[in-house]
Nanobody, 123 residues
Framework: QVQLVESGGGLVQAGGSLRLSCAASGLTFRPYAMGWFRQAPGKEREFVAGITWSGGLSYRADSVKGRFTISRDNVKNTVYLQMNSVKPEDTAVYYC????????????????WGQGTQVTVSS
């Protein structure tokens, strides 16, 4: 059974940093890509960043460029989201997802999802 477990969320002041982790287990396939999405209260779940399992390609949403970095450790089967210079509008539940097909910013391209980790940025 594929499991994606996020960790590292919490309360942080605006301008601070946080690193989220997503540990994958039970993988019966090699994911083509991993992605981070987020969902704020009353809003749609939106793409934040994605990376191919090989690490050769990655991209981020315009709203986090220059502040967030996605990376992966294939030995540990873990994907990270380094969040720097956070803003109150970054407050959301952050979800990790795995895609068997492609690197995409579209939710339906992802086959497996974690339960999410809450990030709250205080002003």
């Amino acid at each position: 059974q594929v499991q994606l477990v996020e960790s590292g969320g919490g309360l942080v002041q605006a301008g601070g940093s946080l690193r989220l982790s997503c540990a994958a287990s039970g993988l019966t396939f090699r994911p083509y890509a991993m992605g981070w999405f987020r969902q704020a209260p009353g809003k749609e779940r939106e793409f934040v960043a994605g990376i191919t399992w090989s690490g050769g390609l990655s991209y981020r949403a315009d709203s986090v460029k220059g502040r967030f970095t996605i990376s992966r450790d294939n030995v540990k089967n873990t994907v990270y989201l380094q969040m720097n210079s956070v803003k109150p509008e970054d407050t959301a539940v952050y979800y990790c997802a795995a895609s068997s097909r492609r690197l995409s910013d579209i939710k339906r391209e992802y086959d497996y999802w974690g339960q999410g980790t809450q990030v709250t940025v205080s002003s």
